[in-house]
């Protein structure tokens, strides 16, 4: 982290008037994104500089690169930094490998197609190397050790726990407000089929809890609407007539 801090104060001068658009800065802004897969952090102003750069000059773009970024904003959902990344990629770029796997499992976790998702993910799991602390970037909360769950662990489908925690964070939003009670075996089936040990400790997590029927419940959805009040103002334009003139 500490090259990170470093690079981060130097790349903020570099961004900032005419120089954020100097592609003789390219190669340092390349070597920060590099740095933020290696140190497990992140920068999205500095990484849209770079997919700008790209756009201006298309002789100079990088796929690995390029691939990095995405995958760093894919640890942002749901928020919109993936499709902001996303559109700043020409079409014929995003047909290259690895853009276009990538480009896939973004579109199946921003749609909720988290079956599919996994079985993607299982025939592409190469995409993930390189990116260290991918999963707790991703899942947003405490690492795996913390919460019970070994580093480097193998989970079901022989996927480590890296992939396992991609899954958690967007899963576990949607379905926190989406459902009001799910079946044990589809939320173990959505986070990548989980054995019973597992799943306990994501519902630990997010104060999920279980009755004898097989059912979990998550929370009562008419106790999280929040009314809001909305006011409108209408201004009227209104002529004034003098005296002794009639509006026709």
């Not at 773009?61 to 942002?76: D, R, S, Y």
């Not at 988290?114 to 993930?128: G, I, K, P, S, T």
């Amino acid at each position: 982290m500490a090259m990170f801090e470093q690079m981060r104060a130097n790349v903020g001068k570099l961004l900032k008037g005419i120089d954020r658009y100097n592609p003789e800065n390219l190669a340092t802004l390349e070597r920060y994104v590099e740095t933020q897969a290696k140190e497990n952090a992140y920068d999205l102003e500095a990484n849209l500089a770079v997919l700008k750069l790209y756009q201006f000059n298309p002789a100079f773009f990088q796929t690995t690169v390029t691939a990095q970024i995405l995958l760093k904003a894919l640890t942002n959902l749901p928020h919109t930094d993936f499709t902001l990344c996303k559109c700043m990629i020409d079409q014929a770029h995003q047909e290259e490998r690895p853009i276009r796997q990538i480009l896939y499992l973004g579109d199946l976790l921003e749609t909720c197609h988290f079956q599919a998702f996994w079985q993607a993910l299982d025939e592409n799991m190469d995409l993930l190397e390189g990116i260290t602390g991918f999963e707790d970037s991703v899942r947003k909360c405490k690492p795996l050790s913390e919460l019970g769950l070994p580093e480097g662990r193998e989970w079901p489908q022989g996927r480590p726990a890296a992939s396992l925690s991609l899954l958690s964070a967007v899963i576990c939003h949607v379905v926190g407000i989406t459902y009001q009670h799910i079946d044990r075996w589809l939320l173990a089936e959505m986070l990548g089929d989980l054995t019973d040990g597992q799943l306990k400790v994501w519902m630990s997590k997010y104060g999920w809890s279980a009755d004898e029927s097989g059912q979990i419940f998550i929370c009562s959805q008419e106790e999280s609407i929040k009314p809001k009040n909305i006011v409108e103002k209408i201004d009227f334009d209104i002529p004034w007539f003098s005296q002794g003139e009639t509006a026709v």
